[in-house]
């Protein structure tokens, strides 16, 4: 049912939501389709709680431009359970908008599970073979203390792709704050790319900032690798 909401009274549950994080870059471009004249389809909504469902990028987007008094449309759905709401934001976040990372996959796995949701039905939900859910749901380590960057509910943290070699470890909680400044690409890769691109000389080294950072890697990678004498 399409109806038309404040943006105040949209609840954002992260324990609702599948991704790991919010990409404000998204929000960023949405605002301005927002700006040229676009129509953005209805934010989904649970019609009891008010919970976003489906659309936090285009709801934060229409908060940036109209402000929380702001009005949009919204199309509310009613659900029998947390675990239906979870099931559906899950299916519908998997199968369009921006891409689910590993490290989403691997939370939306835990979340359903938390819900009990039998392993079919999460593999349907993902779009992925039923093997699948099985690998996703062991790529994760343990924090000190529950809180941001935990599965919600848990002490459990799904681990990025550069970090899946700590599966089963448990993190302190300086490693967990670092973990959430990781990319999703390997580090493999991002060390060769700047290898090369230091090699031909095609890093900027007159920007202040990054050649403070490279300096500092490189006492990082001495303290790991010594000189021979």
């Known amino acids: 049912m399409i109806v038309t909401l404040p943006l105040c009274d949209l609840v954002e549950d992260l324990e609702i939501y599948p991704r790991h994080a919010i990409d404000d870059k998204l ?4 605002l301005r389709a927002l ?76 979340m359903l599970q938390r819900y009990r949701i039998e392993r079919v039905a999460i593999a349907a939900a993902l779009h992925v073979p039923e093997e699948r859910v099985t690998k996703l749901s062991v790529r994760v380590a343990r924090a000190e203390h529950a809180g941001l960057g935990t599965v919600p509910g848990t002490k459990k943290i799904c681990l990025k792709r550069p970090v899946a070699h700590l599966e089963g470890q448990t ?3 300086e490693q967990v704050a670092v973990h959430g400044m990781l990319p999703g690409t390997s580090f493999l890769l991002i060390a060769r790319q700047l290898k090369e691109a230091l090699r031909v ?29």
């Not at 929000?27 to 949405?30: P, Y």
Request: proline share 4%; net charge negative; charged share 30%.
């Open 201 to 229: 000389q095609m890093v900027n080294l007159e920007d202040e900032r990054l050649a403070a950072l490279l300096r500092q890697l490189r006492d990082q990678l001495l303290l790991v690798f010594p000189l021979e004498e």
């Open 35 to 110: 700006d040229s004249g676009v129509t953005l389809p209805p934010v989904l909504v649970d019609k009891r709680s008010k919970r976003i469902v489906d659309g936090w990028h285009r709801a934060r987007a229409h908060r940036r431009k109209l402000g929380p008094a702001g009005v949009i449309d919204v199309d509310l759905q009613a659900y029998a359970s947390d675990a239906d709401l979870v099931l559906a934001a899950v299916t519908i976040n998997s199968a369009h908008g921006k891409r689910l990372e590993e490290i989403d996959k691997t939370r939306a796995v835990l």
């Open 27 to 30: 929000v960023t471009d949405l």
């Open 171 to 173: 993190l302190s909680d």
